[in-house]
């Protein structure tokens, strides 16, 4: 069973611990930043910062606060960057994280263009540049341990397990606390479903969660075109085979 | 023989410009190669995709249309009067794929692991069927362009690699090919349904594609066989112009009424009065409906290449818009800037110029040229 993790946007403080704990396990570098008028730093995610925590201020009934959206690869059951990579660099894995394999990488760039959430980042300042984003810490799961930006959570903001129980945890916070969280996990269907779940108290659209994403599989519009291809060129090359035997009867060679 | 060589220096007048940008171009790429795609760049985070997918990839590809589209109409539907240009035709498109080929090894991030696809296999990726069509592409455009190779070279064999028993089979694979890339280049974009404006994300953009390639190829050989003709001073055919003309205009009409009735059917015409995607989406179908007009009327009536050249270029416009519309649009978001850095512009110009010089000097070398009347 595929893990998964529930992020519960009510419970997070903004410290930052996950960013930094992530830096330290993966070994990305840090970046100089300039203040750019609010506290999500970095602004963006680049190929050093796999997860960053957005700072959102909100006005729900009332109440001026803040969000603070823990940002980092999705882990879409189905991604649409596995299907788009010509070299199978990215792959889905049965115990949830898509990997990225650095051997096989050529640098298309097709993965980034086609990430619903624009999750996957260049080093653009290397000569031999790679894809980078969020691993789901595969390895240290494989070892049994929970990956860095959840071990080093001092508010249980996020919580790992099979998927269908996070699921089903999902569904249990909002139920028992109907006033308190809005009536969406962001994720269970979002892109045909993610591994990474979202409950929160704020309208997600208000805290910029893209929006638009379709439920369906994204790699289905691609294979529906990829899994017709033996028919379409049977069908080709016979019409066109008969086309020109009934068009060249009675042409004799003339050398062109 | 009706084909012959063109007489006249390889070198000269325009030729030493588009020599000038090859040379330059050469300087570009050692640079691009030693210093890294973000270093001479201006692509980044927000727009991994720009000048060189744009021009040399999607719009070259495109161009280059008229290589299996002319190979049909001469061979499988034997309609010899359009024999004079299938060499020219079959040459574009095997100089433009070499050239595409040579672009997308600049824009990969690693340009000495462009082999990677004919060996890591992913049947369930786009980008590794258009590699591998486009790979087995321009083998068949090698091998269509045997005949008039060997022809220059005195070969006994050019006689065989010139009969219809090699060519139509041979037109077959480049029609089932071709379809199967220009329609795959615009199926790149279904996995983006919620980020492509829905007035070119469709589940019909691959036909979308195809259709606008051939018509993107038609106008391509209509312009590159007046402007042959002018230069190396032999007579242009205005029945092969007309009836190139009219196919082109039968392929718009196809086209256009394809498109705008697959986005009415969706009901998202709206979407036209939404910004500029709505602007550039009104642009794109005058660039269909003006030519398409123009050469309808011409297709009957033009007595001089000129009423054909320009409603032509127009055609080009038209479809290099599109796949720029597409390319970009995809990639807007809330910050997102580019544009190209001089040394993208000369790479790009410099591959358009070596298209232009390796056509000059096949089309003088070797006989690709044939004379208006010498094939009835």
Not at chain 1, 128 to 153: H, Y
Not at chain 2, 332 to 340: H, K, L, M, N, V
């Amino acid at each position: 069973m595929a893990k998964s993790v529930l992020v519960d946007l009510t419970r997070c403080i903004g410290c930052r611990g996950c960013q930094v704990a992530c830096k330290e396990w993966n070994e990305r570098d840090a970046r100089k930043t300039t203040f750019k008028g609010d506290f999500t730093n970095p602004a963006k995610l680049n190929s050093d910062t796999y997860t960053n925590i957005k700072f959102v201020e909100t006005a729900e009934k009332n109440n001026v606060g803040w969000s603070f959206i823990k940002n980092q690869c999705m882990h879409c059951r189905e991604p649409a960057c596995a299907a788009a990579c010509p070299v199978g660099a990215l792959t889905k894995t049965a115990q949830g994280p898509v990997s990225y394999d650095y051997d096989r990488c050529i640098g298309c760039r097709y993965c980034m263009v086609a990430c619903p959430f624009d999750i996957p980042k260049y080093e653009w300042e290397s000569t031999s540049p790679w894809v980078q984003k969020c691993t789901f810490c595969s390895e240290r799961m494989n070892d049994g341990m929970l990956p860095a930006c959840i071990k080093t959570c001092p508010t249980e903001t996020m919580y790992l397990d099979d998927y269908d129980k996070i699921v089903a945890e999902a569904k249990m916070r909002i139920a028992k606390e109907p006033n308190k969280y809005v009536q969406h996990i962001y994720g269970l269907n979002e892109a045909g479903g993610t591994n990474w779940l979202y409950i929160s108290d704020i309208p997600f659209d208000k805290l910029g969660f893209k929006k638009g994403i379709p439920n369906e599989s994204l790699p289905n519009y691609t294979w529906s075109v990829l899994s017709s291809i033996p028919e379409k060129v049977v069908g080709i090359v016979a019409f066109l085979g008969a086309v020109a035997y009934f068009r060249g009867r009675g042409s004799k060679e003339e050398g062109n | 023989m009706s084909a012959q060589n063109n007489k006249q220096a390889v070198l000269s007048g325009g030729a030493w410009v588009a020599l000038l940008l090859v040379v330059a171009m050469i300087g570009a790429a050692i640079y691009r190669l030693s210093a890294g795609l973000g270093a001479v760049t201006n692509l980044n985070d927000d727009v991994p995709w720009g000048l060189w997918i744009g021009v040399d990839v999607l719009a070259g590809v495109a161009l280059a249309a008229g290589g299996f589209t002319i190979a049909a109409t001469v061979y499988i539907f034997n309609m010899k009067n359009y024999k004079p240009i299938a060499r020219a035709a079959v040459l574009t498109a095997f100089v433009g794929y070499v050239i595409v080929s040579i672009g997308i090894f600049f824009d990969i991030g690693k340009p000495m692991t462009l082999w990677h696809p004919l060996v890591m296999w992913q049947p369930h990726s786009i980008m590794f069927e258009v590699v591998m069509c486009v790979v087995i592409y321009t083998a068949v455009l090698a091998l269509e362009f045997a005949g008039p190779f060997l022809e220059g070279t005195g070969s006994p064999a050019a006689k065989t690699m010139t009969s219809r028993k090699v060519m139509v089979p041979l037109a077959i694979a480049a029609v089932t090919l071709s379809f199967l890339h220009q329609s795959s280049l615009g199926a790149l974009f279904l996995l983006m349904p919620a980020k492509l404006n829905h007035l070119w994300w469709t589940t019909m953009l691959p036909y979308n594609f195809f259709i606008s390639a051939i018509a993107a190829g038609l106008a391509m050989v209509s312009v590159e066989y007046i402007i042959a003709s002018s230069i190396f001073k032999h007579e242009c055919s205005m029945d092969i112009l007309r009836g190139m003309a009219k196919g082109t205009a039968i392929t718009l009409l196809v086209y256009f009424v394809f498109r705008v009735g697959d986005i009415m059917i969706k009901g998202n015409m709206g979407l036209m009065a939404e910004g500029s995607a709505g602007m550039l989406f009104v642009v794109e179908m005058l660039l269909v409906l003006i030519p398409m007009v123009l050469l309808f009327i011409n297709s009957s009536s033009a007595k001089t290449a000129g009423a054909i050249f320009i409603p032509q270029l127009l055609v080009l416009a038209g479809v290099i818009l599109n796949r720029m519309d597409v390319l970009f649009l995809v990639q807007i978001r809330e910050g997102a800037t580019y544009s190209p850095t001089i040394i993208e512009i000369i790479i790009t110009a410099g591959l358009i110029a070596a298209i232009v010089l390796a056509y000059r000097v096949a089309a003088i070398k070797l006989p690709i040229a044939s004379s208006a009347q010498a094939d009835k």
